[in-house]
């Protein structure tokens, strides 16, 4: 089977980082992503990791263990508009390259 | 920026009913992707298509669903007979190829379907 396991909720304040794991376990793996989906609207690419290590895209990093099947998303500096639902995501390259979402993680910024 | 094209943004419909929602994906892309989302909960892969044909399915996605390309820009989801379980958002999604560029899923806005 395939399974993508991240927290349902996390709450931070205003300019705190917050860091959101992701536990995958599929058939096949070609690559970690991570998507932003504020309430009403569609999912947006944020991050990808397609080796070990650290990405970083401004505020928002992105790492991956393939050996542990473990990655995360860190948020620094958070504001008021990061509030939103994160997914992990794994491509797999079996047909199609089909991507698999997590259940998402709810983050509310307080101020 | 290019975006991905859904319509209608709404649709309700009775059950039983035929559906049909329409997506033109970014015109260079070249794997296109139907997922959809019941409110709250997770995006779900439907099928993927590819070359004029059907790369993937998932169990969700059973001989009441159909996935067309009928010209060089609409992709089209059917549900041929609508039940109380299909209302969700649908999103079309396209990559521009199958190494780096299907990394990135580009969504379009979404389809609510509500059926009652």
């Known amino acids: 089977g395939q399974s993508l396991e991240q927290p349902s909720e996390v709450t931070a304040v205003e300019g705190a980082i917050v860091q959101i794991n992701c536990t995958y376990q599929t058939s096949g793996f070609y690559g970690l992503s991570w998507y932003q989906q504020h309430d009403g609207g569609a999912p947006t690419f944020l991050s990808y990791n397609g080796l070990d290590g650290l990405e970083e895209t401004g505020r928002f990093s992105s790492f991956l263990s393939r050996s542990d099947s473990y990655g995360y998303l860190l948020l620094q500096e958070l504001q008021m508009k990061d509030s939103a639902s994160y997914f992990c995501a794994v491509r797999d390259p079996a047909g199609g390259f089909k991507t698999i979402f997590g259940a998402g993680t709810r983050l509310f910024v307080k101020a | 920026e290019p975006e991905v094209t859904q319509t209608p943004s709404h649709q309700v419909t009775q059950m039983g009913q035929e559906v049909i929602l329409r997506c033109v994906p970014i015109s260079n892309h070249l794997y296109f992707y139907w997922y959809r989302q019941i409110l709250g909960q997770k995006v779900e892969f439907l099928v993927s298509?590819?070359?004029?044909?059907?790369?993937?399915k998932s169990e969700i996605f059973d001989d009441q669903f159909s996935v067309e390309r009928p010209d060089g820009s609409n992709f089209t989801l059917k549900i041929r007979s609508t039940k109380l379980e299909d209302s969700a958002m649908y999103f079309c999604?396209?990559?521009?190829?199958?190494?780096?560029?299907?990394?990135?899923?580009?969504f379009g806005a979404g389809s609510r379907l509500t059926v009652l």
């Open positions: 298509f590819y070359n004029n044909e059907i790369s993937e």
């Open positions: 999604a396209s990559t521009s190829s199958g190494h780096s560029g299907a990394n990135v899923l580009t």
